[in-house]
């Protein structure tokens, strides 16, 4: 809670005042300050409203990944069928679409499969008692990736209605020369990121959410319906994912079964990165956004200075390792205090 | 027996082939304390866990002020104003005091299932309740992971009080807390019965039972095995009881001080 008054807390502002400043921020100042490194070395090529524009088009699909994720992760789960769910919706509606289906049909198929699957993975823990998450999640991962290979017969389908591509590709200008503008897509994840947040923080809903993080039972004794709560949970997760479904298609005009191959790990980092904690009840959309921006601007970063795509992997993974060691010293220091 | 304000009558409970508890009668009265004792397995949480709505009983009925009653969940029972404090607190570690004060009936708009939490009013409301029980903490902004064992018991006694409640079941309150804390813990449970709340407290720990209990009673392998008034008993003689015997209990007692 940033709003609390430091009088009626009794906390100083230089003491815990401060740290839960940095927490909430700090990772912020991690962006700001690898925007600042690239700008220097590339000024002319990282700041131009292209590459900008790119950053935030390019990981728009991501970060409605990992918003999704973020839910999951609250509750201590793990999702590892978004990447096949967005496969799914992708060649889904790009079928529906080749068919003469009408447009705003069309848009709801990718959202309505993510929350179907979001259901089954919730109905699967809840219901069936699969020990963890990750078990059925692995389970639905496969089956919707041999869906869509089923579907798309193994083979990209391209030439969507321009409808559905519209908040893949559409653009904003704002009087600015091409290709400078706000894309549509980062209109959607802001409205998502608002939205959820929102949630998060300010329904009882959003909060039983981060009670079951915190202490499963004591959500339980509370009178929260825990099973019907962790539904809702991996249906949210599933339906940002077909809506990332939805997004990418747009952009690429097309829907390709091998879409989203391995991406919900980059969207648990992304997660991970951002300040969450794996073990549940602990993080803020706004890092979750920060650690996809971090990860994008690092890819983007190693790419304008012609770094190998081989390295950029290597240094992807010692940053998720880096992200957490800092979060274990910070917690140890706060235990201390 | 007439202003009785929780009975139960002839209550059984099976889990498969075993019998956890068998014909077991009960009752509490408004203001009063009551002591719960027995060795482990004799029954005691299990009564508790129907008293409170976690399980239902497999036989007998529940009497509450007078009327029969069915508990489906901790819920039912919360709405009678039926609360209890578990061992372990059950606080969500991550989130504030006021937060987990209200947890579940959060105040605000509601739409629906959802509600609008209104965080400010949230957090007055448990000030206030904090300052009614005479429970001082820094903020109630704190998260309850950094309290002390006896703040955590007193966040989970605000808890189960924040509603009008009439009856607070207490499950071992004072077994993790440090020795200072106790006390504190223990006059909390007296000032609950000057408002006129029914209390139940499990305990093994004598101290607490002839601290503040007004009676006291012992289940002995899932049935009743005694029952008395604190003033016409001993502590020997509980401890007696928990060993399932009655009588000679000078001989049987672990501290032979008098």
């Not at chain 1, 999704?68 to 769910?85: E, F, H, K, Q, R």
């Not at chain 1, 790990?265 to 991970?272: G, M, Q, R, W």
Request: net charge positive; with cysteine; charged share 15%.
């Amino acid at each position: 809670m940033s709003d609390t008054p430091a009088t009626k807390s009794g906390f100083s502002l230089r003491g815990p005042g401060m740290s839960k400043f940095l927490e909430v921020y700090g990772i912020i100042l991690v962006v700001v300050m690898m925007m600042l490194v690239l700008a220097v070395i590339k000024p002319e090529v990282f700041l131009s409203a292209q590459n900008l524009t790119n950053i935030l088009k390019q990981n728009a699909s991501l970060a409605l990944l990992a918003l999704g994720m973020y839910v999951v992760i609250v509750t201590a789960g793990i999702d590892l069928s978004v990447g096949s769910i967005m496969g799914l919706s992708m060649v889904c509606l790009a079928v529906a679409s080749k068919a003469g289906v009408p447009w705003p049909i069309v848009l709801l198929i990718g959202p309505a499969i993510g929350l179907l699957v979001g259901w089954v993975n919730g109905v699967g823990l809840t219901v069936l008692k699969l020990p963890h998450p990750f078990i059925m999640t692995l389970g639905t991962l496969n089956v919707a990736r041999g869906l869509t290979y089923l579907i798309s017969n193994g083979a990209p389908i391209s030439g969507l209605q321009p409808e559905v591509r519209y908040i893949g590709q559409a653009y904003f200008g704002l009087g600015l020369p091409p290709p400078a503008g706000i894309p549509a897509s980062l209109i959607l994840v802001a409205v998502c990121a608002i939205g959820l947040w929102f949630f998060l923080e300010k329904t009882n809903m959003g909060r039983h959410i981060f009670a079951i993080g915190g202490n499963p039972h004591a959500a339980r004794v509370s009178g929260i319906n825990v099973d019907q709560t962790l539904v809702v949970v991996y249906m949210i997760s599933g339906f940002m994912a077909g809506l990332s479904g939805l997004l990418l298609a747009g952009r690429t005009d097309s829907g390709f079964p091998n879409a989203g191959i391995g991406i919900e790990l980059d969207a648990i980092a992304a997660v991970i990165i951002g300040g969450a904690s794996f073990f549940g009840g602990r993080g803020t959309v706004l890092g979750v956004l920060a650690g996809v921006l971090i990860m994008g601007i690092l890819r983007n970063g190693l790419n304008i200075n012609n770094v190998s795509a081989f390295w950029q992997q290597i240094l992807i993974g010692l940053v998720i390792i880096i992200a957490v060691y800092i979060d274990v010293l910070r917690r140890r220091a706060a235990v201390r205090r | 027996m007439a202003a009785m304000l929780l009975e139960a009558r002839g209550i059984s409970k099976y889990f498969g082939a075993i019998t956890a508890l068998r014909d077991v009668n009960f009752h509490v009265a408004p203001g009063e304390v009551l002591g719960v004792v027995g060795d482990n397995g004799a029954g005691k949480s299990t009564l508790m866990k129907i008293l409170s709505g976690l399980f239902t009983p497999s036989e007998g009925e529940l009497i509450f002020s007078g009327a029969p009653v069915k508990f489906g969940s901790p819920k039912d029972a919360q709405k009678l104003g039926i609360e209890m404090v578990y061992q372990d607190f059950a606080l969500a570690g991550n989130m504030p005091i006021y937060e987990n004060i209200y947890l579940g009936r959060e105040p605000g708009m509601k739409f629906g299932p959802l509600t609008i939490v209104d965080h400010k009013r949230s957090r007055q409301m448990a000030t206030d309740h904090l300052d009614r029980l005479h429970i001082h903490v820094k903020s109630v902004e704190q998260n309850t992971e950094d309290l002390s064992g006896g703040q955590r018991q007193a966040v989970a006694i605000a808890r189960a009080t924040a509603f009008d409640a009439k009856l607070v079941i207490m499950d071992e309150p004072t077994a993790a807390l440090a020795i200072k804390e106790v006390g504190k813990v223990l006059d909390l449970v007296r000032s609950l019965k000057q408002h006129g709340v029914a209390v139940i407290i499990i305990s093994h720990r004598m101290d607490d039972i002839f601290y503040c209990c007004d009676r006291v009673m012992a289940l002995y392998q899932g049935t009743n095995f005694a029952e008395a008034e604190l003033g016409k008993t001993s502590r020997n003689e509980v401890i007696g009881w928990i060993m399932g015997t009655k009588g000679h209990t000078a001989s049987l007692a672990h501290d032979n001080m008098h």
